[in-house]
């Protein structure tokens, strides 16, 4: 199924325009002239810097504007510079919970049932190169529906065939039966067209669970701890997993090799999931004090995704909204509440990283959440190193990813303005460079 699904995105990739075409390919020598430079976000930032590139990894960063021919070792090497002086430049960003395949609206519900597995793939190429556009060289998808769509879409990128991002696939969502992980609102049959989620239920069940993503090659694995907002079920927002399921789940994963993130909302299912030892929380809406202390105990992180409580309770609060009656109730009583809360994170020492929940928003659109993020109480200087050096720690990937240190993949992005005094300037990402490629410069 991944070799027909691999053959059909490489068909369309022939046949149409892509959207961010590659602007040349990873040389044997790259030199960027940064004006200003940060190469680690937290440290200080420098003026006129050469990051010097060999095949796609950073290989040296120096002050001045290096010449490019006083570095090649043979005369047959290439070399291609790219001039930078009048820019910020800055490590590309990392969006740590996004849902790549699929984007929220009033027919969703509909296509997902309607939507091929090969069409979802399509689709999950658009969404990929607007982010892609926006500065996210890497992102992790955190549940996709359908059997090899995701994880198509990752080879395919990983394989050159198409530009984008770098994902790391989360594959189906591990939930309970009835749980936040499994669609709601269809026939019973329907159901096994959509394979949205490994349902599982009990100890034995949820290690089987668990085996089954990571036989589907996913990197990471994340769960339902509690209910959500989206579920079309009045379930509301508390524990769905009991503890042992969830030991059995996460002590699985880190026994395979695999980091693990929790969906979760409601107190009792952060504070179950933190106690068994989960990496890290996606939302933690309700989190309290014993929240936080288990936070800074096992040093998980908190992924905020405070774009994706804005976005729902503005759709919630809209007189024409196409939320059915049972998710406008969570959506108006989670959303506002996710500021509030990161900001008492923030000041109780919680480490963050940073996630939007793209789909519930649209794509292309993730830099909002730095904004977001700066009201909680952030300075932007964290609000970066959330989507850098964090964001790269919290994939368990700091040392190819985060910053532009020796040995790393040379990914950067570029700016006009100066994102530590004007944090919206990284909504107008003006250069991209993946492993040495560049994939957007305007």
């Given at each position: 199924m991944?070799?027909?699904?691999?053959?059909?995105?490489?068909?369309?990739?022939?046949?149409?325009?892509?959207?961010?075409p590659?602007?040349c390919?990873?040389?044997?020598?790259?030199?960027?002239?940064?004006g200003?430079?940060?190469a680690?976000?937290?440290d200080?930032?420098?003026s006129?810097?050469s990051i010097?590139?060999?095949?796609?990894?950073?290989?040296?960063?120096?002050?001045?504007?290096?010449?490019?021919?006083?570095?090649?070792?043979?005369?047959?090497?290439?070399?291609?510079?790219?001039?930078?002086?009048?820019?910020?430049?800055?490590?590309?960003?990392?969006?740590?919970?996004?849902?790549?395949t699929?984007?929220?609206?009033?027919?969703?519900k509909?296509?997902?049932?309607?939507?091929?597995?090969?069409?979802?793939?399509?689709?999950?190429?658009?969404?990929?190169?607007?982010?892609?556009?926006a500065?996210?060289?890497?992102i992790?998808?955190?549940g996709?529906?359908?059997?090899?769509a995701?994880?198509?879409?990752?080879?395919?990128?990983?394989m050159?065939?198409?530009?984008?991002?770098?994902?790391?696939?989360?594959?189906?969502?591990?939930?309970p039966?009835?749980?936040?992980?499994?669609?709601h609102?269809?026939?019973?049959?329907v159901?096994?067209i959509i394979k949205?989620?490994?349902?599982?239920?009990g100890?034995?069940?949820?290690?089987?669970?668990?085996?089954?993503?990571?036989?589907?090659?996913?990197?990471?694995?994340?769960?339902?701890?509690?209910?959500?907002?989206?579920s079309?079920?009045?379930?509301?927002?508390?524990?769905?997993?009991?503890d042992?399921?969830l030991?059995?789940?996460?002590?699985?994963?880190?026994?395979?090799?695999?980091?693990v993130?929790?969906?979760?909302?409601?107190?009792?299912?952060?504070?179950?999931a933190l106690?068994?030892?989960?990496?890290s929380?996606?939302?933690?809406?309700?989190?309290?004090?014993?929240?936080?202390?288990?936070?800074?105990?096992?040093?998980?992180?908190?992924?905020?995704?405070?774009?994706a409580?804005?976005s729902?309770?503005?759709?919630?609060?809209?007189?024409?909204?196409?939320?059915?009656?049972s998710?406008?109730?969570?959506?108006?009583?989670?959303?506002?509440?996710?500021i509030?809360?990161?900001?008492?994170?923030?000041?109780?020492?919680?480490?963050i990283?940073?996630?939007?929940?793209?789909?519930?928003?649209?794509?292309?659109?993730?830099?909002?959440?730095?904004?977001?993020?700066?009201?909680?109480?952030?300075?932007?200087?964290?609000?970066?190193?959330?989507a850098?050096?964090?964001?790269?720690?919290?994939?368990g990937?700091s040392?190819?990813?985060?910053?532009?240190?020796?040995?790393?993949?040379?990914?950067?992005?570029?700016?006009?303005e100066?994102?530590?005094?004007?944090?919206?300037?990284?909504?107008?990402?003006g250069f991209?460079?993946?492993e040495?490629?560049?994939?957007?410069?305007?």
């Open positions: 991944l070799k027909k699904s691999l053959n059909i995105v490489q068909f369309f990739v022939a046949s149409i325009i892509v959207i961010l590659v602007l390919t990873a040389d044997d020598i790259v030199i960027v002239h940064a200003r430079l940060m680690v976000p937290g200080s930032v420098k006129e810097q010097i590139i060999r095949n796609g990894k950073i290989a040296a960063v120096k002050p001045g504007y290096i010449d490019g021919k006083a570095i090649a070792d043979d005369v047959k090497d290439t070399l291609v510079l790219h001039d930078l002086k009048d820019m910020f430049v800055l490590p590309g960003l990392i969006d740590g919970h996004v849902h790549v699929d984007e929220l609206g009033p027919n969703t509909l296509g997902i049932v309607e939507r091929s597995d090969a069409a979802t793939a399509m689709f999950g190429i658009r969404n990929a190169q607007l982010m892609l556009g500065g996210f060289t890497t992790r998808d955190l996709a529906r359908g059997d090899d995701v994880f198509a879409l990752r080879d395919a990128i990983n050159g065939i198409i530009d984008g991002p770098r994902i790391f696939v989360a594959g189906h969502t591990i939930s039966t009835g749980g936040h992980g499994q669609r609102g269809y026939r019973d049959d159901f096994d949205y989620s490994s349902i599982c239920d100890v034995a069940d949820c290690r089987r669970a668990v085996r089954e993503q990571v036989r589907r090659s996913a990197d990471q694995i994340k769960l339902v701890a509690t209910g959500g907002v989206l079309e079920t009045a379930a509301g927002t508390g524990q769905q997993f009991f042992d399921e030991k059995a789940i996460i002590e699985t994963s880190h026994a395979l090799g695999r980091k993130t929790a969906h979760a909302h409601g107190t009792d299912g952060i504070n179950a106690r068994a030892g989960v990496d929380i996606e939302h933690a809406t309700f989190a309290d004090k014993d929240s936080f202390r288990l936070f800074r105990q096992t040093g998980a992180y908190l992924v905020p995704t405070i774009l409580g804005v729902v309770a503005e759709i919630g609060s809209d007189s024409d909204s196409f939320f059915p009656a998710v406008r109730h969570k959506a108006l009583q989670v959303g506002p509440k996710m509030e809360n990161v900001r008492r994170a923030h000041k109780a020492g919680v480490k990283a940073f996630g939007t929940d793209s789909y519930v928003s649209n794509h292309g659109l993730n830099a909002r959440e730095f904004e977001l993020l700066v009201t909680a109480g952030l300075t932007p200087l964290e609000a970066i190193k959330t850098t050096v964090n964001g790269a720690d919290n994939l990937k040392e190819l990813l985060g910053s532009l240190e020796v040995g790393k993949y040379a990914d950067l992005i570029a700016v006009d100066d994102p530590t005094v004007n944090i919206s300037a990284l909504r107008n990402v991209v460079m993946k040495g490629q560049v994939l957007k410069k305007l």
